[in-house]
């Protein structure tokens, strides 16, 4: 018993005695927690919706509705079906405002063509192609059975189109159902982009473990500095006229060899496991290549902070959890829109590269986006990469003039 | 083994001018001045805490000094290239990749400094001879001994055949051969390729045989610099005589040391011992045993001895000491 206390009193010291450490473990959860609470305690959340009306985009087939409609509203009276379907944006965002927590927001778009591309680059959530023409009320009396069919299009297997297709197939029901003032009588029908559909745990899980074998590279490469500053040999390698940049930067081409090495070895496993890829999956590659070099490079900057091992190890898992919990490629995704650049919303998680990792490998994998649909996720994520090595080497320069003390107890 | 202090050392790549550092409190080193001369070699002796890492961290550029200047080949404030090229320096703590092997390591060593693959492994081999680990050329430095990865160390900091190489106790924790070829290897650089060599050592015995030169440092000053045999005639008398009273009373010693005034030498004692200076090799034996005979004290141990550095060491500490305790 004496020793045993003897041992958690001489546990208890040397705990309290690395500051930073303790702190790390100490606070890291309920950070997040409070982090959590800040982002989404009101938070509400915005849907895209893209309206293609098969009407107007097919131009001359479709006859104006003009014959003599119902009293009910005097817009729809005027005009075919973009009347209905402004009436019918009006009672969605009526519904997302009594239900609160979430808005959509409305793109007209004009092909199907278009509105595909649109899925794929991931701007859209959900697109909904209204018939051609809906229904004229008069032509719906009880027993004719006229009936429209709403196509509602996007990646089925994402929550968001869920969540975009029961509120929109309820809205458009409750319209319909208002104006006839007869039970509704629209057919929905929901089209799975590419893969969507037939994916199964298999296929949805792949990406989202790529994601973890490319952040795994944060830490090994961050233990691999470390390691290195600890053993005296980066100081001592700093006493010969090698440059920072130098040794940051021929640590982290090894690193990064090893990293593509492993997204090579995942994607064969899993195709040789039958793996479905709707997009090319070089692509996937290339993409998961230049995530991981933003990998490498955020564990240049983690190892240039923490300098020690038990450090990097703490400091690397609180940055990967961050960027698993905050990139969506589990929870959903908090927003916090920052500003626009033309029509692109940017984040403040967009400065993880999991975000862009895990939306790019989505849609090349799961919608059949090519490199040019997923430029936007390719340059951001090469932003990263390249922003974190410079920064994590300017870390060491700092750190590393011989001026300064920063070998201190190490050589 | 030690040069005779006859040639000139008139080449001086490296001084350091009223360098200090203090840590908080602590004056680490205070205000010291020395010049290290090619062809030399320079033991900076003192005790665990002396100061001695913090002065050659300064010499090598690692840590900046709070005051006082560095000049390398005359150049103030040497930027990181100068220092890579002319200074070689070997860390207290022994430094080496523990998974290269020693040639590995020792050529990777080489193309840091630019040398080209053929003349890094030449350079590798060379010294993987002259340290004596041929046999260890091609394993890995994890499973080598503690004084084989000692020597490993010192061979990396010599690869790029420096002008000065500053080498911190690099003859801590090893054993009596590598010791020897340690130091020559060191004579080695000195006497023949004009290296000047700086070491640390609180071994006072080791700093007597192998330097030409010795810097007594405690409690960060510079108490003195000269070649050993000057900083034993400096410090008074060449040889000692220690004497040895086993239980006699405290009386009977003060008894003794006045008596022993009459001869004129001069007396440092301490609970157990009586040393006596004296410049004349077995003048004061006779003397002596006459005194305490006619005394009635009975000497235990009597031993006549040339002074070392030790004693040049004690002495110049204790004065320090009476100094500061003034
Ligand atoms: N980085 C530091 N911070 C605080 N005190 C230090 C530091 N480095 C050395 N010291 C102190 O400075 C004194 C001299 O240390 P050092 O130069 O290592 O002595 P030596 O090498 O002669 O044994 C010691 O008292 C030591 O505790
Ligand atoms: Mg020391």
Redesign the pocket.
């Known amino acids: 018993m004496n020793r045993f206390g003897a041992i958690i009193g001489m546990a208890v010291k040397q705990k309290l005695r690395d500051r930073v450490a303790l702190l790390l473990s100490l606070f890291t959860a309920p950070l997040f927690v409070l982090f959590y609470w800040v982002l989404f305690h009101d938070s509400s959340k915005n849907y895209q919706v893209y309206v293609l009306d098969d009407c107007a985009a097919n131009g001359s087939h479709c006859a104006p509705d003009t014959e003599g409609t119902n009293a009910d509203s005097n817009s729809v009276k005027s005009s075919s079906n973009s009347a209905h379907i402004q009436n019918i944006q009006a009672s969605l965002r009526q519904i997302s405002s009594k239900q609160g927590g979430f808005t959509f927001e409305f793109t007209p778009v004009q092909s199907r063509r278009a509105a595909l591309a649109d899925l794929r680059r991931g701007a859209a959530d959900v697109v909904v192609v209204f018939p051609m023409p809906l229904p004229a009320p008069e032509g719906r009396q009880p027993g004719n059975r006229t009936a429209a069919t709403v196509e509602l299009l996007g990646d089925v297997s994402s929550s968001q189109y869920q969540f975009c297709a029961a509120i929109i197939e309820k809205g458009i029901s409750e319209y319909t159902a208002r104006i006839h003032h007869m039970p509704p009588h629209v057919f929905f029908h929901r089209v799975a982009l590419g893969v969507s559909a037939k994916k199964t745990p298999f296929e949805a899980y792949v990406p989202g473990l790529l994601v973890f074998a490319v952040i795994m590279l944060i830490f090994s490469s961050a233990m691999s500095v470390v390691k290195e500053i600890e053993a005296g040999t980066f100081a001592r390698m700093h006493m010969t006229p090698v440059g920072t940049f130098e040794m940051v930067g021929g640590l982290s081409v090894v690193q990064l060899a090893v990293g593509i090495i492993s997204v090579v070895l995942t994607f064969w496993v899993a195709s040789l496991l039958h793996f479905q890829s709707e997009g090319a999956i070089v692509s996937a590659m290339i993409i998961a290549t230049i995530a991981c070099a933003a990998s490498v490079g955020i564990g240049m900057v983690v190892a240039a902070v923490a300098k020690t091992q038990s450090r990097a190890f703490l400091l690397s898992s609180i940055v990967m959890f961050l960027l698993v919990l905050f990139s969506g490629i589990i929870f959903p995704r908090p927003e916090l829109t920052m500003f626009h650049v033309g029509d692109h919303a940017v984040d403040l998680f967009d400065v993880l590269p999991t975000t862009h990792l895990g939306s790019a490998l989505n849609k090349i994998l799961a919608l059949g986006a090519t490199l040019s649909d997923v430029l936007f996720e390719t340059a951001v994520l090469s932003v990263i990469a390249f922003f974190n090595f410079i920064f994590g080497c300017l870390l060491f320069v700092r750190s590393g003039k011989p001026a300064s003390?920063p070998w201190?107890?190490i050589l | 083994m030690k040069s005779n202090g006859t040639h000139t050392a008139d080449v001086t790549p490296l001084r350091v001018d009223q360098i200090t550092k203090t840590?908080?409190e602590?004056k680490?080193?205070q205000s010291v001045t020395i010049g290290f001369h090619t062809g030399e070699l320079m033991a900076l002796l003192?005790?665990?805490?002396?100061?001695?890492?913090?002065?050659i961290r300064m010499l090598t550029g690692i840590l900046k000094p709070d005051s006082g200047a560095v000049f390398l080949n005359e150049n103030q404030h040497p930027g990181r290239d100068r220092i890579s090229r002319s200074i070689g320096y070997c860390p207290?703590r022994i430094i080496v990749w523990k998974d290269l092997t020693c040639l590995e390591q020792l050529i990777l060593m080489g193309k840091m400094y630019n040398l080209s693959r053929g003349s890094a492994v030449s350079r590798a081999s060379e010294l993987i001879e002259l340290f004596n680990l041929t046999s260890k050329t091609n394993v890995l430095a994890k499973t080598l001994s503690g004084g084989m990865q000692r020597r490993l160390s010192v061979a990396l900091a010599m690869v790029h055949r420096p002008a000065v190489l500053v080498l911190?106790e690099p003859e801590a924790g090893l054993d009596p051969q590598s010791r020897v070829l340690i130091r020559n290897v060191l004579h080695h650089l000195c006497t023949e390729e004009g290296t000047a060599v700086v070491l640390?050592t609180?071994d006072m015995a080791e700093a007597e045989l192998l330097s030409s030169r010795v810097a007594v440092?405690h409690r960060?000053q510079l108490l003195a610099d000269g070649s050993p045999a000057q900083l034993i005639q400096r410090a008074g008398s060449t040889y000692l005589v220690e004497l040895r009273l086993e239980g006699s009373a405290k009386v009977d010693r003060e008894r003794l040391i006045s008596a022993l005034g009459r001869l004129g030498a001069r007396i440092d004692s301490n609970e157990r011992t009586i040393f006596l200076h004296s410049d004349a090799q077995g003048a004061l034996v006779r003397p002596i045993r006459t005194i305490a005979a006619s005394e009635r004290i009975v000497i235990s141990e009597l031993r006549h001895r040339k002074r070392t550095l030790e004693d040049v060491f004690l002495s110049l500490t204790s004065t320090q000491m009476e100094r500061g305790a003034a």
């Not at chain 2, 003192?46 to 002065?55: E, I, S, V």
């Open positions: 003390t201190e107890g | 840590f908080g602590l680490a080193v003192g005790p665990n805490g002396a100061g001695k890492t913090t002065l207290q911190d640390s609180h440092m960060g």
